[in-house]
């Protein structure tokens, strides 16, 4: 009896002992993989094997389960499959734009634009979850546990793979890639599950906006490692070797004759490009964050230090600003690529059209032919963006007054639209910057009080609601349902523009919260100090 009792001891302590290392090799993981991805992916591959080797030893499963509920049957591959790989014929016609329903993902909880929520999948992950999205917002990819599923716009989803290390979908959502560790790397049809096989050590994948053509690291003969191309009917090409190291391929065109990915290899580290049988470093230093245009063969990236331009054609990388900060994307479609959300396709065939730098104390936009920055801003503090009818399109605060510049025509237009700076603490602008709400402090006959207005250029203000005499909050434009929300002596409304539809949305509340994760939705914190988000007035914990 003291001999069972000291073993099943000893065997808890284990069990605890082996779920502190393994969350604290976490923490580190995601902090090291930002900064030293050759460190990363061997501690990443060194826990999964002692992982591995724990669970099989004990009879136990480490990983936490958290495993969404009610998830349909998986049809296994055949074996016979796995082995020869999957032919997929291409008789797909041209794509035509998508007119169906849209999915979106914040916190966990999916939503499409009918207003439906799946909760599926959420579980308060302190570090969020990464969703891959196609450009018309048909599917969603996600990697839970390990698992790979594939959520559809209308809430149904399913597991197409387990034990994966890194999962997406192609900017076109006809192709879904992931890499197992037991299983390789793997194409995925969203429309008729078909599945190809590419390689055994097939990792850190990308694939071409078609879907048909991918690029990923693999180990070849000789102990080295490649970049190599492959895809649906292809035969593998290596572009690129090395005998140290690792690759990370970044984008590839739907030709297949351009990629560009990472080398980390000593004196050879640096970003590439392969473009028709050549591979040239054009950057010594890395991608910390690298934005194609929709035919991957334009791109905007960021090292340590400097943001970048470079396409086809050029000799050189062209330099744009000497301060990296952030890269904006303003209203645009995306598809991001990296297993961080470093890297996207966005859905432009001129990046300037969509892309604004956020250089700290300095705000750029692009030269129509992206070979130079044009400074919309410098100082102050920037507050939105847009891409609007007059050009790009930036709002900031300086010197106490609220300023509106705009790059047309090849200059940059200042104008002060307003003498105080907390003016963009109490609007919400609903369409570039020409109308939406604002919550106004006045006096009237009934003392004090805050009143919500919608406004339109050329037009007179139109009043929607008293507000109280106490409110902190803003108010927050909900875009994809057309809803303001807004605070009134505890209570959370919403209100659409032209204020017949009046709801009480919570009661109890505290202040209002703008979350910004996968999509930007309305949220609040009550008097308890409670946390929810709001999607189409329906309140959900957060």
């Not at 302590?13 to 082996?18: D, G, K, P, S």
């Not at 169906?100 to 914040?106: A, C, F, Q, R, W």
């Not at 579980?123 to 390990?146: C, H, S």
């Not at 473009?275 to 040239?280: A, F």
């Amino acid at each position: 009896m003291k001999k069972g009792s000291n073993f099943l001891r000893g065997l808890l302590t284990t069990i605890v002992m082996l779920s502190v290392m393994a969350g604290s090799m976490f923490l580190g993981y995601r902090f090291l993989k930002a900064f030293n991805p050759v460190a990363a992916e061997k501690i990443g591959d060194a826990a999964q094997t002692a992982k591995d080797k724990t669970e099989e030893k004990l009879g136990i499963e480490l990983t936490p389960s958290g495993q969404p509920e009610e998830i349909p049957e998986v049809t296994p591959v055949d074996e016979t499959e796995k082995e020869s790989g999957v032919k997929v014929v291409d008789i797909t016609p041209e794509k035509k734009p998508y007119t169906g329903i849209k999915l979106y993902e914040t916190d966990g909880y999916f939503f499409n634009d009918n207003g439906e929520v799946l909760t599926n999948f959420h579980d308060n992950d302190p570090f969020g979850m990464y969703v891959y999205f196609d450009a018309d917002r048909k599917y969603g990819v996600i990697l839970k546990n390990r698992n790979c599923y594939l959520v559809e716009a209308d809430l149904t989803f399913k597991q197409i793979a387990s034990g994966c290390s890194y999962a997406g979908i192609s900017y076109d959502g006809t192709t879904v890639y992931y890499s197992s560790s037991s299983a390789g790397l793997w194409l995925y049809n969203t429309e008729t599950g078909e599945e190809t096989f590419l390689s055994d050590n097939g990792s850190r994948p990308r694939i071409s906006p078609d879907g048909k053509t991918i690029v990923y690291n693999d180990y070849l003969p000789d102990s080295k490692y490649g970049v190599v191309i492959g895809g649906i009917g292809k035969e593998p090409v290596v572009i690129d070797e090395a005998k140290t190291g690792m690759f990370t391929p970044l984008a590839v065109n739907n030709g297949g004759n351009i990629v560009f990915y990472e080398l980390y290899s000593g004196n050879d580290n640096g970003f590439y490009c392969y473009e028709n049988g050549e591979s040239r470093r054009i950057n010594k230093e890395y991608a910390y964050h690298s934005y194609f245009d929709k035919s991957c063969e334009k791109v905007l990236y960021t090292d340590n230090e400097k943001v970048w331009y470079f396409e086809s054609g050029l000799d050189v990388p062209v330099e744009l600003a000497d301060d990296m900060r952030e890269i904006e994307i303003v209203d645009a479609d995306v598809n991001h690529t990296g297993d961080m959300w470093n890297d996207a396709i966005v859905g432009v065939d001129n990046l300037a059209d969509a892309v604004i730098l956020d250089c700290g104390d300095k705000t750029y936009c692009l030269s129509k032919d992206c070979t130079s920055a044009v400074q919309l801003r410098d100082g102050g503090y920037a507050y939105k963006y847009a891409m609007t009818s007059e050009g790009p399109t930036c709002l900031y605060k300086q010197d106490g007054a609220t300023y509106k510049a705009v790059y047309k025509s090849g200059d940059v237009d200042e104008t002060i639209i307003s003498e105080k700076d907390r003016i963009l603490e109490r609007i919400e602008y609903v369409d570039g910057f020409s109308e939406g709400f604002i919550l106004k402090f006045e006096y009237d006959e009934h003392g004090d009080d805050f009143k919500l207005y919608y406004f339109k250029e050329g037009e007179e203000d139109v009043l929607l609601d008293n507000c109280g005499e106490e409110n902190i909050n803003g108010v927050i434009w909900d875009e994809l349902f057309g809803k303001c929300y807004y605070t009134c002596d505890g209570e959370l409304r919403s209100i659409n523009k032209d204020g017949s539809q009046k709801t009480t949305v919570a009661t109890d509340v505290d202040y209002l919260i703008n979350y910004v994760n996968s999509e930007e939705v309305a949220g609040y914190e009550d008097n308890n100090g409670k946390y929810f988000i709001v999607i189409n007035n329906n309140v959900f914990e957060k």
